[in-house]
Nanobody, 122 residues
């Protein structure tokens, strides 16, 4: 599966952005999808994930209550709605996919898209 993330940009603290990740291939619905981010000088980290059925969602503690992940299997797209953004959310955001139900380490992801940059100004 090929993944393409979009929707990044510059936003003020407290603002919102919605990221999209479009996937190619007819097997999108069989993949669990995740969002990760990597800030300058830091390791890539898990942000949010949604199971292949869409029934379960998972979040890093740092984004719980502010970010929402969702998927539209008919459109082969996964979204990340980001609200109440903070300067520490500044990073390149990546979408990724795997065939596990709930394994969200960087090493557990099989496919990665190119990132989209999110910059939150204070």
């Amino acid at each position: 599966v090929q993944l393409q993330a979009s929707g990044g940009g510059l936003v003020q603290a407290g603002g919102s952005l919605r990221l999209s990740c479009a996937a190619s291939g007819r097997t999108f619905r069989s993949y669990s999808m995740g969002w990760f981010r990597q800030a300058p000088g830091k390791e890539r980290e898990f942000v949010a994930g949604v199971s292949w059925r869409g029934a379960s969602t998972y979040y890093a503690d740092s984004v719980k209550g502010r970010f929402t992940i969702s998927r539209d299997n008919a459109e082969n797209t996964v979204y990340l709605q980001m609200n109440s953004l903070k300067p520490e959310d500044t990073a390149v955001y990546y979408c990724a996919a795997n065939n596990y139900d709930s394994r969200w380490s960087v090493g557990a992801m099989d496919y990665w898209g190119k990132g989209t940059l999110v910059t939150v100004s204070s």
